[in-house]
């Protein structure tokens, strides 16, 4: 059974407070998941996640997760300004980009960030710079010579991500005339993997381009990013990934490659969604039964919230509070309210008798939640709010209103009317 931090009581005494539909995120749970991502890394003295921030871009979080040692990968202007207005710059931002334009390397060049290159043609827009940069990492696309994919990154060979190997040669050989000094390289090959063997298997091949690279080109690389990826149990019967058990197999990884040459890196990770996903709840109120050819349940909020299970199919474990101990014998499709019929965050779902006004919980909405929300309908996005281990709540961003939404007009002659 999937765990809450909160009962319906303690839930009704926040929905009194913050109206639904909001997000909660559990800062005690995402605290500990740092904490022990550090210790199964803390063989390598240089360690750091770089938080994905496009997962979960909220200044509070940002600043939670720096004050435990994170720094942040952006992958645009405002993430690296949400990055720098929470505290965190120069290289403790990894600038993860792709089809950049050159403002965005400006800015990111600009607060001292490490530029993490999606594509050998983009050096031509770091000579364009007010000056080169220092440190430099490159992003590397397999194609077809890691055989792990899944449906959201798809097969590398078709993924627009990252550079060919000889590409990666030839642009860490011009990095070099160029200055700099402090190397990387990166590679996210999957997302939401399961299977313990990702990260060690995705390190092990970076060893060996590590050291081909040395080979080839005379550069030393000092950091390997393994990236993001790491995947979290979306449905209740799924066991956690060893977080401990994969740290210790990239270990092995690095002393039977690594260590025997001599070389010693860096390891970085970008995870977004292993660090928050599963500490954050989509709260929302069933609104509706409806009747037709099947049950409907429809909630106050909709897809507008959270889109990955209209956007993937994705599987979100539903909690109907207060009634955690019934059995689940009605088979409902809990609705949004767009229309749009993928409006459903979940299909032939067996769930206990549900009624207007019942209070549920939609699981793992921690990471690409609230983050991929969207306006369609002139829907509105909701509050997020952090739950604290005393079970006081802190607002961390308030709802939209419909004066957010007619923001981008307000040159117009109708701003007078919408932006009251
Ligand atoms: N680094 C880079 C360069 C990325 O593109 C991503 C995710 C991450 C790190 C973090 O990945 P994570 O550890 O969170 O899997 N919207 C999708 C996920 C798309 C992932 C895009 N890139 C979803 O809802 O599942």
Redesign the pocket.
């Known amino acids: 059974m999937k765990q809450l931090p909160f009962d319906r009581e303690k839930l009704e005494q926040i929905a009194a407070v913050y109206p639904t539909p909001f997000h909660i995120y559990d800062e005690e749970g995402i605290k500990k998941c740092v904490k022990e991502l550090y210790g199964a890394f803390s063989w390598n003295k240089g360690f750091r996640e770089y938080f ?1 921030v ?2 979960l871009p909220n200044p509070f979080i940002l600043s939670l997760l720096s004050s435990l040692g994170c720094g942040c ?1 952006c ?1 645009s202007l405002p993430e690296l300004m949400l990055s720098d207005a929470s505290g965190v710059n120069g290289e403790r931002i990894m600038f ?1 980009s792709n089809d950049t334009p050159l403002n965005e390397y400006e800015c990111a060049n600009a607060l001292g960030a490490v530029i993490n290159l999606d594509d050998i043609s983009h050096i031509e827009m770091l000579d364009r710079l007010e000056h080169f940069p220092k440190t430099v990492c490159c992003r590397y696309n397999p194609g077809n010579a890691f055989s792990m994919t899944n449906d ?2 798809g097969h590398l060979a078709d993924s627009k991500f990252g550079m060919t190997k000889p590409q990666l040669f030839d642009a860490m050989a011009i990095l070099k005339t160029r200055g700099v000094k402090r190397f990387g390289i990166h590679s ?1 090959l999957v ?2 993997a399961m299977e313990s063997e990702y990260y060690p298997r995705l390190a092990k091949s970076l060893f060996e381009l590590a050291l081909e690279v040395k080979a080839k080109t005379g550069v030393t690389v000092s950091f390997l990013n393994l ?4 995947g979290i149990p979306y449905y209740p019967d799924q066991e956690p990934i060893n977080i401990k058990a994969i740290g210790n197999a990239v270990k092995e990884e690095y002393e039977k490659t690594l260590v025997p040459a001599g070389m010693e890196v860096d390891i970085y990770t ?5 660090i928050t ?1 599963p500490y954050g709840y989509l709260v929302s109120r069933v609104i509706h039964k409806k009747q037709i050819y099947k049950n409907y349940i429809g909630l106050d909020a909709c897809a507008s919230d959270l889109m ?1 299970p209209a ?2 199919g ?1 599987y979100h474990h539903i909690t109907v509070m207060g009634k955690e101990n019934m059995p689940c014998d009605r088979l409902y499709d809990v609705t949004g309210s767009l229309c749009e019929n993928n409006d459903k965050f979940a299909i032939d779902r067996l769930l206990p008798e549900v009624q207007t006004g019942d209070l549920v919980v939609i699981h793992d909405t921690g ?2 939640g609230h983050s ?1 929300g969207y306006n369609y309908n002139g829907k509105l996005r909701s509050a997020e709010l952090m739950y604290h281990k005393d079970g006081t709540v802190t607002m961390i961003r308030r709802a939209e209103k419909p004066s957010d939404y007619f923001a981008t007009l307000d040159f117009s002659p109708y701003a007078d009317k919408l932006l009251k």
């Open positions: 994905a496009k997962a990968d992958a993860s959201i990154m996210m997302s939401c990236s993001g990826g790491l970008e995870l977004g969604r292993y996903g990955r956007m993937y994705s990471a690409h991929m």
